[in-house]
């Protein structure tokens, strides 16, 4: 059973930082990429940052370019996003997801969180 399991969120001031984690289970962690995603309320879910299977590579939102980092530790199966200098635009529910691909069928499925608050105060 894939399970992916947010933390680290919650309340933070404008200019401050967060860590958000992401604990993987139920499959081959180190050989999915990752993304982060969020959701402001009364918007669409939009993607934060992406990471593939061995970290070598990353990208990342206009918005949150030089203040957001997304990096993966395969050892602990978890995926992780240092949120820095934040501000009140960046409140939003985040999630974690991956898509995982039956080899024989090439079928994708996604996979998500139950996702973690973010709040920004100013």
């Known amino acids: 059973q894939v399970l992916l399991v947010e933390s680290g969120g919650g309340l933070v001031q404008a200019g401050g930082s967060l860590r958000l984690s992401c604990a993987a289970s139920g499959f081959t962690f180190s050989r999915y990429a990752m993304s982060w995603y969020r959701q402001a309320p009364g918007k669409e879910r939009e993607l934060v940052a992406h990471?593939?299977?061995?970290?070598?590579?990353?990208n990342y939102a206009d918005s949150v370019k030089g203040r957001f980092t997304i990096s993966r530790d395969n050892a602990k199966n978890t995926v992780y996003l240092q949120m820095n200098s934040l501000k009140p635009e960046d409140t939003a529910v985040y999630y974690c997801k991956t898509v995982l691909v039956v080899p024989t069928t090439r079928t994708t499925y996604d996979f998500w969180g139950q996702g973690t608050q973010v709040t920004v105060s100013s």
């Open positions: 990471i593939t299977s061995n970290g070598g590579s990353t």
